[in-house]
């Protein structure tokens, strides 16, 4: 079992960051610091090096974290600020790849493998094709998964099931009276593979079995997909009396504009979104829950492990989501829906 970078700060009376220092930036140590790590790295048989300036691990002391967007939203910086939680007390730097594009991809995965400079990967949200986990698995190194749809190619994850949660916020609706729902996202603008899509299937499925009419819209991801999703909604010879929203980013503002509709939620309309991201509590909507940052402390401590050649327990696991009621929902009311 390889010895962590804590265990080499320990032994030789110096921080995480100045072993981590010592490796990848070594003319920002002193030379009796220097020597003083290495001694202790050498003595805990800390690994050994593939490029010269590095200890003999092999080590780079860096981690990959691929995204599916250029933006970082609310999901990827709660990610971000789990992974960084456990990985910088393990001298970790975390190296951020936006996936924007067909381009992107291919070269992040060509060129990586070539440069060796991440003694991990960590791809957040959406999956990865075989021939990407053949490169991949050529450096021999820990491909892990957060809320991928798939562990097919992972060497582990940590998901919620977006059916599950979906499926929470229909029932929900159904319980009170609603039997024509309509489910309301952006269009991805992506050809990636995103677990969050999981949520249109299980919406589909949880409709059709609770015999509910259901309809899915899906609108352009611009500044024009609320009056879009108004346009359709009043359009309806039997309108919908709840909306499921893909995500809370949407459902929000929606909840501000429809004020100008004349419609009152959820007297006239009840609304649930998912995610429970920033505002949803403030504005009173009711959603389905996950916590992104402590999805990314437990995919951090399982790819640590990884590194560490340990052995992980329940690699895939499936962590459980939450529906928060708040008061955007309400019984059914067709008899005065959109007076």
Request: charged fraction near 20%; aromatic fraction near 6%; proline fraction near 4%.
């Amino acid at each position: 079992m390889k010895a962590s970078i804590s265990e080499v700060a320990r032994q030789s009376g110096v921080s995480v960051a100045t072993v981590s220092r010592s490796f990848t930036r070594p003319e920002l140590v002193s030379e009796a610091t220097r020597a003083k790590v290495l001694k202790a790295a050498e003595s805990l048989n800390f690994a050994v090096s593939r490029a010269p300036g590095t200890l003999k691990s092999g080590q780079s002391l860096r981690i990959a974290l691929l995204i599916g967007s250029a933006d970082i939203e609310w999901f990827t910086a709660g990610i971000m600020s789990g992974l960084n939680a456990v990985l910088r007390e393990e001298g970790y730097d975390l190296v951020l790849y936006p996936i924007d594009s067909l381009e992107t991809r291919k070269d992040f995965f060509a060129d990586l493998p070539l440069r060796r400079n991440a003694d991990a990967v960590i791809v957040s949200s959406f999956d990865i094709l075989p021939e990407e986990v053949t490169r991949l698995k050529s450096m021999n190194i820990p491909v892990v998964g957060i809320n991928v749809s798939s562990p097919s190619g992972f060497s582990a994850s940590v998901s919620i099931d977006d059916g599950t949660g979906i499926g929470l916020a229909v029932r929900h609706l159904h319980t009170l009276g609603h039997t024509n729902i309509m489910y309301i996202l952006e269009s991805f603008g992506s050809s990636l593979s995103f677990s969050s899509q999981l949520r249109v299937t299980g919406f589909i499925k949880a409709c059709e079995k609770l015999d509910i009419h259901q309809q899915v819209l899906q609108v352009d991801d611009d500044d024009t997909c609320i009056n879009a999703a108004m346009t359709a909604l009043l359009g309806q010879q039997e309108p919908a009396t709840a909306l499921c929203f893909h995500q809370d980013s949407l459902a929000v503002p929606f909840l501000f504009q429809i004020r100008k509709y004349g419609m009152d939620v959820p007297k006239d309309i009840s609304i649930t979104g998912f995610d429970d991201s920033t505002f949803a509590e403030e504005v009173g909507l009711t959603t389905v829950r996950q916590d992104p940052r402590a999805l990314g402390m437990l995919t951090a401590k399982k790819t640590l492990a990884l590194i560490r050649g340990e052995h992980v327990d329940a690699a895939h696991q499936t962590v459980p989501v939450e529906l928060m009621l708040r008061h955007t929902t309400t019984r059914a009311q067709p008899s005065t829906h959109h007076r």
